[in-house]
């Protein structure tokens, strides 16, 4: 049974930056393609990015795109999430994932495990 925990959330201006950590434990990173998603308030949990088993490959939501970057170093069991250019639209609550198979997956019925997530918060 693999565990997921994020951290990095905040308050950050628009056009600020943020970087979020996801600590894998219990599992070899390796084994799991990981993804990021994030649920404001009222909407449904919508995918940001996701990487394969060894960073290789990545996929965009097309709202984050040229904006955001998912990353994993699979030595530290860690996968991180850059988020720059921060938008007000932006703000929800972040959540990381693991797939077991180490493909890239863009929806979340894909994912086995998940984090408890971190809120982020950008203000105008």
């Known amino acids: 049974q693999v565990q997921l925990v994020e951290s990095g959330g905040g308050l950050v201006q628009a056009g600020g930056s943020l970087r979020l950590s996801c600590a894998v434990s219990?599992?070899?990173?390796?084994?799991?393609?990981m993804g990021w998603f994030r649920q404001a308030p009222g909407k449904e949990r919508e995918f940001v990015a996701t990487?394969?088993?060894?960073?290789?490959?990545?996929l965009y939501a097309n709202s984050v795109k040229g904006r955001f970057t998912i990353s994993r170093d699979n030595g530290k069991n860690m996968v991180y999430l850059q988020m720059n250019s921060l938008k007000p639209e932006d703000t929800a609550v972040y959540y990381c994932?693991?797939?077991?198979?180490?493909?890239?997956?863009?929806?979340?019925?894909?994912?086995?495990?998940w984090g408890q997530g971190t809120q982020v918060t950008v203000s105008s």
């Open positions: 994932a693991a797939r077991i198979g180490g493909y890239v997956a863009a929806t979340s019925s894909e994912y086995h495990e």
């Open positions: 219990g599992r070899a990173l390796s084994d799991y393609g």
């Open positions: 990487i394969n088993w060894s960073g290789g490959n990545t």
